[in-house]
């Protein structure tokens, strides 16, 4: 089956539709486009929804704090309680469902050659879901991870402290290690959960 798009778009569309980021209109078309067919696509999509679900089992577990309990049975209570039911309604209400297309958002340069494109930022973790892409003969400086990375190669060629990665191969950093050298030869593009900040090393 042939796709109407570049393999590169279709790649990125299949990624978009596993975190389900596509518009409902998208994922329907994407959706007919499986059934009809595309060994390449259906292939791509098992491998990056295993990925997905990996992010997803990979949060870190965390001790409640004391008053936890205390908080919750007075929100319950708040929110059973007549009009003032209608505030938390309404919050819930604010909540909304977002769908990014693959021509949508800007494309930042981080670094020469290198660009970002932010899809999500979760305020209460501090992490960041982005597109990175790394223009050919690029590099990062090393870092120190502050939190938990994660990323997912979709395209092109990467090579993280001495492990070349390509398309559908995922990596993952725990808090507290560092990279010493990430580099493409031909280029590459990947989807990254990270924290915002990073450590900057001075390798001598």
Known sequence: M????SQDEMREKTALYALGALSQHEARIFEEHIAEGCDLCHSEL???EQVVNAI?????EQEPSSDVRDK???AINDTGNGDDAKPAKAKRSEQKIVSIRSTDGKWVEAE???FCKSLYYDKASGMATSLVRMGPGTSLAAHRHEGVEQFFILEGDCNVCGEDLGPGDYHRAPAGTVHESTYTVNGTMFLLVAPLQYE???VQ
């Open 72 to 74: 919750l049975i007075a």
């Open 56 to 60: 997803a089992l990979d949060a870190d």
């Open 112 to 114: 020469e050659g290198i």
């Open 46 to 48: 098992e491998a990056f």
């Open 2 to 5: 042939k796709h109407n798009i």
């Open 200 to 202: 900057g090393l001075k």
